[in-house]
T-cell receptor
Framework: GEDVEQSLFLSVREGDSSVINCTYTDSSSTYLYWYKQEPGAGLQLLTY?????DMKQDQRLTVLLNKKDKHLSLRIADTQTGDSAIYFC??????????FGDGTTLTVKP | DVKVTQSSRYLVKRTGEKVFLECVQDMDHENMFWYRQDPGLGLRLIYF???????EKGDIPEGYSVSREKKERFSLILESASTNQTSMYLC?????????????FGPGTRLTVL
């Protein structure tokens, strides 16, 4: 079955780069996503990458996709305290339904 | 501004009670989902619906049922609440047309079953 795995915790200092990693198992995934969940809120789409791409950059965010290893990463440059949140990796393999990872809690220390 | 709303932010119920969690979206989305979120377990799909009156089981449907009588509303029902159903419940919706098919989430309902 489909499975998405992430490490549970990451702690960085303000101004450093953060890298959150994810592995997935379904090679037929069409989209891969990063969602952000701030305290007390639902998830919100942060960025996504189509499965035929290797990289996507959006301001401070860089998404890298290694299809051979089924590995997805999210890099946040110049991490700020406002980036503290839970980050979920997700894959979509048919229209609408996605499988989510367990979430990585990012803590940014001043 | 797109919106998914859930009927309650916090709910406290007793074991054995019937519990209704309501979710409404205003985006005319076909798909709607119910998840539960537990520490260390991420999001687990309970049920989803891809059309009015249609439903499919997710990964953990036991102890739950759903109802979708109108396109904008998707209800999660706990027939007889148990303490192991204490959790955060998240509703989401998505469109079937137009990438990237992202899911839009409500703020969540934190349910405590005593």
């Amino acid at each position: 079955g489909e499975d998405v795995e992430q490490s549970l915790f990451l702690s960085v200092r303000e101004g450093d780069s953060s890298v959150i990693n994810c592995t997935y198992t379904d090679s037929s995934s069409t989209y891969l996503y990063w969602y952000k969940q701030e305290p007390g809120a639902g998830l919100q789409l942060l960025t996504y990458i189509f499965s035929n791409m290797d990289m996507k950059q959006d301001q401070r965010l860089t998404v890298l996709l290694n299809k051979k290893d089924k590995h997805l990463s999210l890099r946040i440059a110049d991490t700020q305290t406002g980036d503290s949140a839970i980050y979920f990796c997700a894959e979509m393999f048919n229209a609408g339904k996605s499988t989510f990872g367990d979430g990585t809690t990012l803590t940014v220390k001043p | 501004d797109v919106k998914v709303t859930q009927s309650s932010r916090y709910l406290v119920k007793r074991t054995g009670e019937k519990v209704f969690l309501e979710c409404v979206q205003d985006m005319d989305h076909e798909n709607m989902f119910w998840y539960r979120q537990d520490p260390g377990l991420g999001l687990r799909l309970i049920y989803f619906s891809y059309d009015v009156k249609m439903k499919e089981k997710g990964d953990i449907p036991e102890g739950y049922s759903v109802s979708r009588e109108k396109k904008e509303r998707f209800s999660l029902i706990l027939e007889s609440a148990s303490t192991n159903q204490t959790s955060m419940y998240l509703c989401a919706s998505s469109d079937t047309s137009g990438s990237p098919y992202e899911q839009f989430f409500g703020p969540g309902t934190r349910l405590t079953v005593l």
